[in-house]
């Protein structure tokens, strides 16, 4: 079948996209599996809490941006077909996005220096617009 | 299809060909994600800046553990696992009928496409209940003048706060007017049927508060307001994103069934409307974690 996207000065070649279905079904169980891991561990999270040390609580959590981040590359790359595309489209997309490495360290920083400036100097820490003394006292616990 | 084989080192760059061998409406669907990818970056991070600046946070597990039919079950995660997996699926669904498209299967591309919709509107269906859920849900919380009221997840109000010891639900009990405390033993008795609303009004504040002692009332502190804020913000922005896909889909199922794509000799457009609803899916991938998971 002749078709005006081959002739289409725009494109030289063409990927191998009709490959079969079955890169597509591993993928869908690989990101199925990411997501029962992410939630194994969330659940792990909900029976442990209070039991777990910050460190542990952390570590888990870290686990589980690791495993996203892993989900957000198979439905980019295979999903999307970014993998597919030649080098300089996937650089003009990649290059920008590694604004955030910088965009999400510095913002947390910044809510997590708020955080400590407030408690330093308003004494003991307090939940948010509570005055009861009883408050301030489990707030200490926070 | 004439596949051209493409020469390690071919010269993108020399003239006579797109360097980024791709249409100029893909290679534009692909930069418009990229912003749209920084607003919704910019919206998780400032919900990060003030969940880190806060010394509590609602914990998700609490927020979000009701499933419908379930009754008052603790349920943490499912409903939303379940939202997850509609989406997961749908952008299957989504990615075969691209598949389809490239073998100019017409039938094959209508079949992904209605299911791919359908996908879309279950996720809408389930984002409004829980929506719904949330904004007429009913949690006693300890107010700033040290009374109890009930206080439904809005932008302006939220429930969820440190829990509060039985001794403090006590002492506030006795602060409480007799309306809020009618108001939160009509919704104690709401699950359990009893004493009709109206014979509450007529209870004296001891009747009552034995009442809800007795029903076992669980209340908390108010949390962060931003919280109710940065939920429906981002989610209803991301509900905004499904509900045009589902727009956008609709319009290719029609336009395939027209025969448009096949006249024209490629299903391309299939493509970039693919492109937008995997975007969608890799929100929700990130809009699950900040809010459910962590």
């Given at each position: ?26 993928t869908f169980c690989v990101l199925s599996l990411l997501t029962i891991i992410e939630l194994?561990?969330g ?28 989900k957000?590359?198979?439905i ?67 | ?66 499933f ?9 995660l499912a409903f939303v696992s379940l939202m997850t997996f509609i989406l997961i699926a749908s952008s299957v669904t ?21 299911l791919t919709?359908i996908g879309g509107?279950a996720f809408?269906g389930c984002q ?153 899916d890799?929100?929700w991938v990130?809009?699950f974690?900040?809010?459910y998971l962590?």
């Open positions: 079948m002749s078709s005006s996207i081959e002739t289409s000065t725009e494109i030289t070649f063409h990927p191998e996209h009709a490959s079969g279905t079955k890169k597509i079904s591993s194994g561990l659940f792990f999270l909900y029976a442990k809490h209070g039991h777990l040390g910050a460190i542990s609580v952390l570590t888990t959590k870290v686990v589980i941006v690791i495993l996203t981040i892993a957000a590359y198979y980019v790359s295979v999903f999307m077909h970014l993998g597919d595309e030649v080098r300089n489209l996937i650089m003009t997309i990649i290059v920008p996005l590694c604004l955030f490495i910088w965009f999400i360290i510095a913002f947390l920083w910044d809510g997590n220096s708020w955080k400590t400036l407030r408690n330093r100097y308003n004494g003991t820490p307090k939940i948010e617009k509570v005055t009861s003394p009883a408050v301030l006292e489990k707030g200490k616990k926070n | 299809m004439s596949t051209v084989a493409v020469q390690q080192g071919t010269k993108w760059w020399s003239g006579g060909r797109s360097p980024f061998n791709a249409s100029y409406g893909k290679v534009m669907m692909w930069y418009f994600l990229m912003s749209d990818a920084f607003t919704f970056g910019a919206f998780l991070i400032s919900y990060g800046t003030i969940r880190f600046s806060v010394n509590f946070w609602a914990d998700p597990n609490h927020v979000f553990n009701s419908p039919f379930a009754g008052h079950a603790n349920l943490p989504m990615v075969l009928a691209v598949h389809e498209g490239h073998k100019m299967n017409k039938k094959g591309v209508e079949k992904y496409m209605i919709i509107f809408l409004a209940w829980e929506w719904t859920h949330l904004l007429t849900g009913e949690h006693v919380a300890l107010l700033n003048d040290g009374t109890l009221s009930i206080l439904p997840t809005t932008v302006k109000s939220n429930p969820w706060g440190a829990e509060l010891s039985k001794e403090a639900i006590a002492a506030a009990l006795q602060n409480t007017p007799n309306s809020q405390l009618s108001a939160i033993a009509a919704s104690l008795h709401h699950n359990t049927s009893g004493v009709a609303h109206h014979d509450m009004s007529a209870m004296s504040n001891q009747e009552l508060i034995k009442m809800i002692q007795t029903a076992g009332l669980q209340a908390s502190h108010t949390g962060p307001i931003a919280f109710g804020g940065y939920f429906f913000g981002i989610t209803g922005f991301h509900g905004f994103h499904v509900l045009s896909g589902v727009f956008i889909n609709v319009i290719m199922y029609i336009k395939t069934k027209l025969g448009h794509f096949e006249q024209r000799g490629h299903y391309e457009m299939i493509e970039k409307a693919g492109l937008y609803w995997h975007f969608v890799l929100v990130f809009v974690l900040c809010f962590i």
